[in-house]
């Protein structure tokens, strides 16, 4: 009778699981260990689950990695520019850009990881969607900071490889940079040399 009890509950859990929690599995798998773990049968077992859950949402297995995939670039770039569209003033949305997603990349193995994977055609998709999302985000900051459209976006490009600078360094090496109110520090004077006109010449 308990066995049978527990057979229920496990066929509830089943029933219950989403797509999204497939993608979010397979998400956690790719920053362990790259698009080599995306495998249904491990995936399945850390869901509590069996195969016959995934292919009730996915056809194959590509077609849950480009899922994967556009719930990463939602969560990694999209939720996080929703979330500065009250703040009014550039400057302050911009710093608060840098010290969110700062943390935020050093949590998510997927900054680093899926670059290394770019040679497959989906991870290169959406790495150029989301590097033109963030850029073009960047460079509408500098513009409303009083910047050319083309300064703008050169200092979005410089912002952005230094963030990408920043989060290679908080996975590899995160002793080379400081810490708690010192790091808050540091990143304010990078963006605030970045938000310093060049002086005319």
């Known amino acids: 009778m308990v066995q049978r009890r ?30 080599a ?37 939602e969560k990694s770039t999209e939720s996080i520019i929703a979330g500065l569209a009250s703040e009014p003033d550039p400057a302050t949305r911009l710093r608060r850009l840098f010290s969110e997603a700062s943390e935020r990349a050093a949590q998510d193995p997927l900054e680093v990881s899926l670059p290394a994977s770019v040679g497959h055609p989906r991870v290169a998709a959406v790495l150029h969607r989301v590097t033109e999302r963030r850029v073009g985000y960047l460079a509408q900051l500098f513009v409303e900071l009083g910047f050319t459209p083309d300064e703008a976006r050169r200092r979005a490009l410089l912002a952005y490889t230094g963030y990408l600078g920043h989060t290679q360094l908080a996975h590899a090496v995160p002793e080379t940079l400081p810490a708690g109110e010192d790091g808050r520090r540091y990143l304010d004077s990078v963006l605030d040399t970045l938000m310093t006109a060049a002086p005319h010449s």
Do not use: C
């Open 6 to 35: 527990e057979e229920v509950a496990r066929e509830s859990v089943r029933k219950r699981l989403t797509a999204q929690d497939w993608a979010d599995a397979a998400l956690s798998a790719m920053g362990q260990g790259g698009l």
């Open 37 to 73: 773990a995306v495998a249904i049968e491990p995936l399945a077992a850390r869901l509590g689950t069996t195969k016959g859950s995934f292919y009730w949402h996915f056809s194959n297995r590509e077609s849950l990695i480009e899922a994967a995939l556009d719930r990463w670039e």
